[in-house]
């Protein structure tokens, strides 16, 4: 393992005046990605802030319905949190079936937004990878790729994006919250993650030394129907290779509201707009539902080894929205 | 804006005192910044009940408390611990007598090689505690994040169900 440093931080402005002071430095929350990276030397020497003491870890309601989820909230209390599990049964589902439930006691909700792909080219210190080390190549293009990207790659990075519970939070139109020495700020999680194209070493806007303070759930109705649909190749402790989180609701056989996001199948957690404009308005029906899934899937470009995710994608889509119907989005 | 305090004085890369409470003991080690808590536990402290496995949070085998809640000590610095309560295997045995979850593991032949077997443990009693156990089903999900390669798990899903139900020593190994 790299050699690091190390100090603890007891409250918010501290953690961002020492990081920010300090370009070798980071954050250090739950460390389920950040102590592995250095162990298999995927990252340098860095001086580690512990920012575990910080009082970012509450869930709360806001007065307008909204949920706010604090930066350190674990992934395990989001996920049981009785206002999660009403409110938004797909983020509740998308957590718990992440990871296993010791990872989820310790991983933080700023640091799920924040983890590295899981690309073994990318986690591999002696391959060539642009995210890495920019413009030194792809190996995953011409390698092992049947865990990769089919939607929002671009010739420089097909690299999955690993996270479930960013999916529930792409369709739930979450916000993420951060603060840095300029004060607080908020972005639109679809525009928190920013697709590969030529620069895929930058996965997020933020600068060194800003800090994830909290994300917010806005308030949706159409949430209590929703559900979070993870096909995997083993039943627990996976990650996806293709998911689907999804709300519905349906008013007199029609689709009246509809939210889609997928996971496993592409380079950020990807909202389905596509889809949704289908969906929107249309007969809630198995035809509907298969028009909506290809509509999304038309772009799809496959490696050599994962033209079967597309497929999958379709299916998970059609199936999520069927459970739904059938469950109670008809109202 | 301006920082309200100061931040701790930095510690490392080189050694430094480090002082942990594990299983109750206080103990003081002089450490890396970078050692896991499962290294420290193992090499440093001489408990060397939680085991590594894979060393990158994927087995299990090295599953311990801290602040009472199930980790993975592999992918925990030792030196973050500072401050918490640790638990390992080695800290279940109560006044000298095994924990009811390790008789269970006994008396239901719960493991074959047992290198799994302190983790499972420790992430079995957590599981009564958290309330996870109320199905097969959903031990099986909440137990997913150790792995046995021996394959026990039916008899460890027995056994964790033998100490919900406190009918433990029912088991075939004594039976």
């Given amino acids: 393992m790299r050699p690091v440093s190390y100090s603890r931080v007891t409250d918010v402005a501290t953690a961002i005046a020492t990081v920010a002071a300090d370009p070798t430095s980071a954050y250090l929350a739950g460390g389920t990605t950040k102590v592995d990276m250095l162990r298999i030397y995927a990252e340098p020497s860095q001086r580690l802030v512990d920012i ?75 391959a060539i990878c642009n995210k890495r080390e920019p413009g030194t190549g792809c190996s995953a293009i011409a390698g092992v790729n049947r865990g990769h990207a089919v ?76 559900l979070y649909l ?47 404009h289908v969906l929107r308005g249309a007969p809630a029906t198995r035809e509907t539902f298969t028009r909506a899934a290809e509509a999304e899937l038309a772009d799809a470009v496959p490696q050599t080894m994962n033209a079967f995710k597309i497929e999958l994608a379709r299916r998970t889509i059609v199936r999520a929205l069927e459970t739904l119907t059938a469950r109670g989005g008809a109202v | 804006m301006v ?44 408990l060397t009940g939680a085991k590594k496995g894979c060393n990158q949070g994927a087995c299990g085998a090295c599953t311990v408390w801290v602040d009472k809640r199930r980790v993975v000590a592999c992918l925990t610095l030792a030196i973050a611990c500072e401050g918490r309560e640790v638990t390992t295997i080695e800290g279940m045995t109560e006044n000298g007598s095994l924990h009811a979850m390790q008789k269970a593991f006994l008396s239901e032949d719960a493991f074959q090689c047992g290198y799994c077997t302190p983790g499972q443990i420790m992430s079995a009693v957590a599981l009564l505690a958290e309330g996870h156990a109320g199905s097969d089903a959903e031990i099986s999900e909440w137990m997913s994040g150790n792995i046995c390669r021996c394959a026990a798990y039916p008899n460890i899903r027995t056994a964790i169900r033998d100490v919900r139900d406190g009918v433990g020593g029912v088991g075939r190994a004594t039976g």
């Avoid at chain 1, 797909?90 to 983890?115: H, I, W, Y």
């Fill in chain 1, 52 to 126: 575990n003491d910080l009082p970012i870890d509450h869930i709360e309601v806001q007065p307008d319905g909204a949920v706010r989820l604090g930066g350190l909230a674990r992934m395990n209390d989001v996920a049981l949190a009785p206002v999660v599990v009403d409110r938004f049964p797909m983020l509740s589902e998308a957590l718990l079936l992440g990871a296993s439930a010791q990872l989820r006691n310790m991983a933080s909700m700023g640091g799920n937004m924040l983890q590295r792909v899981r690309c073994s080219y990318f986690r591999d210190a002696e």
């Fill in chain 1, 230 to 276: 993870k096909v995997r190749d083993r039943e627990s402790y996976e990650f996806a290779l293709a998911s689907a989180a999804c709300a519905l609701t349906v008013t007199d056989g029609t689709v009246s509201e509809v939210r889609l996001a997928l996971g496993g199948v592409a380079t950020k957690p990807w909202r389905a707009r596509k889809a949704e």
């Fill in chain 1, 151 to 226: 939607l929002g790659t671009s010739p420089h990075c097909i690299a999955t994006h690993p996270s479930d519970a960013a999916v529930a939070l792409v369709a739930l139109d979450a916000m993420i919250h951060y603060q840095n020495s300029g004060g607080h700020h908020a972005v639109a999680i679809d525009d928190f993650f920013l697709l590969p194209g030529d620069t895929p070493e930058r996965e997020h806007p933020l600068n060194h030394g800003d800090l994830i303070t909290a994300i917010e759930v806005p308030a949706l109705p159409a949430a209590r129907n929703s």
């Fill in chain 2, 3 to 46: 920082a309200s305090h100061l931040p701790d004085a930095v510690q490392g890369p080189g050694r430094v005192d480090v002082v942990l409470n594990v299983n109750g003991a206080t103990h003081v080690v002089r450490i890396e910044p970078r050692v896991s808590l499962l290294d420290c536990l193992r090499d440093h402290m001489n």
